[in-house]
C-alpha cells in the first residue's frame, strides 16, 4: 500500500483549505456587507427586491433586505444570521450591525496578509469586544419610562429614512403610546413584548389615518351577517376542531336502498352537528372562533343562539386571543368547560377602509393593543410597517434597559478612539488585532457620510479632533454636513443596538475566521466549458478552490 493515496472524500466532492478558503469566506461575508452598505442612515438608498414570483418589495431595512435575497455561500449566511439576530435582540441597527461584520473580516484580511495567525486575531477580537462593551457602559445616557420626550426621540430617529420621515412626529407618539399600552412590571423591571401589539395593515387613506386600539384585532368578520355585530360581556370559546360533521377518514361505502334510508341519513348528519351545537351553547360562550370550519347548518343554530362566530383563524391569532383573553385553545369538544372560556368586555365586527374586522376590547387577562395602519399603496404601508416596527421595538428596549446613546456615528468613533488607547497597554501581536478592530468602527461615520454625498475623510478628521477634546457625544449630521452634538440634536439610540451589533460581529467574524478547511458536496451535474471538470457549477472563472457564491 505504500505510495498510493488514501481517499477520504467521496467522488467529486471538493475540499478546499486554509488561506484558500479563508479568503473565500473573507469574501462572501464582505460581499453581504456591501449589499446593504449603501442603506446605511438616513440618507441611505433603498434596494428593490424582486422575488421568483415577480412579487416586490422595496425597503432599505437591512434585515429584510439580506432575508429576501438569495444567498447560497455558507459564510455569507453568518452574517445574514448577525443581521437576524440583531433583529430579533433590538429590532434595529440590522444594517449597521452587517456593515460592521463586513469590515472586520476586512481588517482580518490584511492581518492575515501581514503573517498575523488567524487564533491571534480572533483572541484579539475578543478582547476588544469586551473592552468595546466597557467603553460604551462609560457613555451611556439613563432615560426614564416617564420621559416621553427621550422616547420620541428614540422613535424619531428609528424611523428616519425609513419612507416615513415625514409622518415621524406622529408615529413616534402612536409608537410611544403602543408600548407603553403593553408594558408589564416584573421583578427584574420592566418587560416589554413587542408581539403583544399586533399590526394591521390595510392600504388606502393617509397615513395620519394610522389608530391604536387598545385591544386585539382579528381579521375576520362573522359567519353569518344576521349574528350579532356587537357582543357585551363576551365569554369566548377558542377551537381547534371543525363545526360540522365529522367525515370518515377510511374509504367506506354505505348503500341506500330506499329514500327513507336517504333520509334517515341526513336526520343523522343534522343530529350530529345539533350536538355539537348544543355542546357550545350549553358551554355559556357567546363568542366563537375555530381553526378550522363550520358548516352552514352549525351557522344557522349558532345565529339562532346569538352566538358570534368566525372560522378559519390561523393558528397564530388563536394563541394571541388565549394570551389576551384567558381562553383555552380546545382541541377536542369534549374537552370543553366554562372555566376555561375567555373574557374581554366587548367584541364587536367594524368597517375598516371596506374591509370588516374583529375587535376584542376589554381584554381581562393580558395587556394587548393593536395597530391599524393605512397609507395610499401596499408598498407605502409595507414600508410603514417595518418603520413602525423598529420604533416599538427600540422603545421597549429603551424602558427595559433605561440606557441609551448618542447616534449619529458618535459611539463608534468614541469606540475606535478608546480601543485604539487600550491596544497601546497590549503585548505581543494582539495588540495588533485590537487595534486593527478599532479601525473597523470608523466605516459606520465614514458611510453615512459617503450615502450623504460628502467627503468622508474630512469628516472622521473633525469627528476624532472632537472626541480628543472630550465632546463623547460629537456625531455627524447628514443634513448639515457638520460635526454637532448628537444629543442637543435629537438623535439617540438605545444602548442595546451598539452592544448587540458590536458581539454579533465579532462572533461572526471570528468563526469564519477559525475555518481552515471547507468540504462541499457535489451537485447535481450540469454544463460546463472545457477545462471545468470538477468543479462546481457557479465555479466558473473563479480562482482555485473558490466555491460558488450566488447572491
Known sequence: MAGQPTYALKNKSMSTRARDSQAVNILAGKAVAKAVRTTLGPKGMDKMLVDGLGDIVITNDGATILKEMDIDHPAAKMVVEVAKTQDDAVGDGTTTAAVLTGELLNMSEELMNKGVHPTIIATGYRHAAEKATEILDTITIDV????????????????????????????????????L????????????????????????????????????????????????????NAKILLAGFALEFQKIEKDAEIKIKSPDQMQLFIDQEEKMVKEMVDKVIASGANVVFTQKGIDDLAQYYL??????????????????????????????????????????????????????MTFFTGCKEEKTSSLILHGGTTHIVDTLSRALHDALCVIGVAL???????????????????????????????????????????????????????????????????????????????????????????????????????????????????????????????????????????????????PPMEM
Open 144 to 179: 426614564s419610562p416617564d420621559d416621553r420626550e427621550t422616547l420620541a426621540k428614540l422613535a424619531k430617529t428609528a424611523l428616519t429614512g425609513k419612507g416615513a420621515g415625514e409622518y415621524k412626529e406622529f408615529l413616534a407618539e402612536v409608537a410611544i403610546d403602543a408600548v
Open 181 to 232: 399600552s403593553v408594558v408589564e412590571e416584573t421583578e427584574e423591571g420592566l418587560k416589554v413584548d413587542v408581539g403583544d401589539i399586533t399590526i394591521e395593515k390595510r392600504a388606502g387613506g393617509s397615513i395620519l389615518d394610522t389608530e391604536l386600539v387598545e385591544g386585539l384585532i382579528i381579521d375576520k368578520e362573522r359567519v353569518r351577517p344576521n349574528m350579532p355585530k356587537r357582543i357585551e
Open 303 to 356: 345565529e339562532k343562539a346569538g352566538i358570534y362566530a368566525c372560522r378559519r383563524i390561523k393558528k397564530s391569532d388563536l394563541q394571541k386571543l388565549s394570551k389576551a383573553t384567558g381562553a383555552t385553545l380546545f382541541q377536542d369538544i369534549a374537552d370543553m368547560s366554562p372555566e376555561d372560556l375567555g373574557h374581554a368586555d366587548l367584541v364587536e365586527e367594524r368597517d375598516v377602509t371596506g374591509t370588516k
Open 400 to 546: 427595559e434597559d433605561k440606557k441609551i446613546v448618542a447616534g449619529g456615528g458618535a459611539p463608534e468613533i468614541e469606540l475606535a478612539l478608546r480601543l485604539r488607547e487600550y491596544a497601546s497597554t497590549l503585548k505581543g501581536r494582539e495588540q495588533l488585532a485590537v487595534t486593527k478592530f478599532a479601525e473597523a468602527f470608523d466605516v459606520i461615520p465614514q458611510t453615512l457620510a459617503e450615502n450623504a454625498g460628502l467627503d468622508p475623510i474630512d469628516m472622521l478628521v473633525d469627528l476624532r479632533l472632537q472626541h480628543e477634546q472630550g465632546n463623547k457625544n460629537a456625531g455627524f449630521d447628514v443634513f448639515t454636513g457638520k460635526v454637532v452634538d448628537m444629543y442637543d440634536n435629537d438623535v439617540l439610540e438605545p444602548l442595546r443596538i451598539k452592544t448587540q451589533a458590536v458581539n454579533s460581529a465579532m462572533e461572526a467574524t471570528v468563526m469564519i475566521l477559525r475555518i481552515d478547511d471547507v468540504v462541499a458536496a457535489s451537485r447535481k451535474p450540469s454544463s460546463m466549458p472545457p477545462g471545468a471538470e470538477g468543479m462546481p457549477p457557479g465555479a466558473e472563472g473563479m480562482p482555485p478552490g473558490m
